[in-house]
T-cell receptor, first 110, second 114 residues
């Protein structure tokens, strides 16, 4: 199965840039997703990578290196509302199974 | 309009009881899922149905039984509830099984077993 590793907690300042890393086992890999989850709410989709490189979506970008089993989520111009957990999830096989990491809890401070 | 909805939002019950959680999606998706998120916020797949057919059945006690009466609904019935079943249960749906298909999550059902 997949092992998804990401840092447990990070703190960053409003207006800054933060990079949240994620490593995964490459066996059977079929795509990588990032989700945002505010406390007490459902995870919401942020980005998807299946090919190497950077996908940019406004203030959020996600990078993937398949050979290294590595991804990161880059958040620019941080806002207080970005304080949330960020979940890295790897897809394997053909049954659309997502394996989630434990999530990185990001605290944005003034 | 709510895309993926679940009922109830909160469920408090005694050990040994049987309870059900319902999920409905109005997105026209073919695939639905049940996830469990424990107290450490770890989100883990339990079941997945594609066109009403069970395609993912993780190592889950057989006290948990999913049922999909049609593509838009996926219910979860839990027998003989135990303390360890306390968690938030999320339903999700995706267009299908394509690699790029995004999963959209419902608001969650917080189950507390006393």
């Amino acid at each position: 199965g997949q092992n998804i590793d990401q840092p447990t907690e990070m703190t960053a300042t409003e207006g800054a840039i933060v990079q949240i890393n994620c490593t995964y086992q490459t066996s059977g890999f079929n795509g990588l997703f990032w989700y945002q989850q505010h406390a007490g709410e459902a995870p919401t989709f942020l980005s998807y990578n299946v090919l190497d490189g950077l996908e940019e979506k406004g203030r959020f970008s996600s990078f993937l290196s398949r050979s290294k089993g590595y991804s990161y989520l880059l958040l620019k111009e941080l806002q207080m509302k970005d304080s949330a957990s960020y979940l890295c999830a790897g897809r394997t096989g053909t049954a659309s199974k997502l394996t989630f990491g434990t999530g990185t809890r990001l605290q944005v401070t003034l | 309009d709510t895309a993926v909805s679940q009922t109830p939002k909160y469920l408090v019950t005694q050990m040994g009881n049987d309870k059900s959680i319902k999920c409905e999606q109005n997105l026209g998706h073919d695939t639905m899922y049940w996830y469990k998120q424990d107290s450490k916020k770890f989100l883990k797949i339990m079941f997945s149905y594609n066109n009403k057919e069970l395609i993912i059945n993780e190592t889950v006690p057989n006290r948990f039984s999913p049922k999909s009466p049609d593509k838009a609904h996926l219910n979860l019935h839990i027998n003989s509830l135990e303390l360890g079943d306390s968690a938030v249960y999320f339903c999700a749906s995706s267009p299908g099984l394509a690699a790029r298909d995004t999963q959209y999550f419902g608001p969650g059902t917080r189950l507390t077993v006393l």
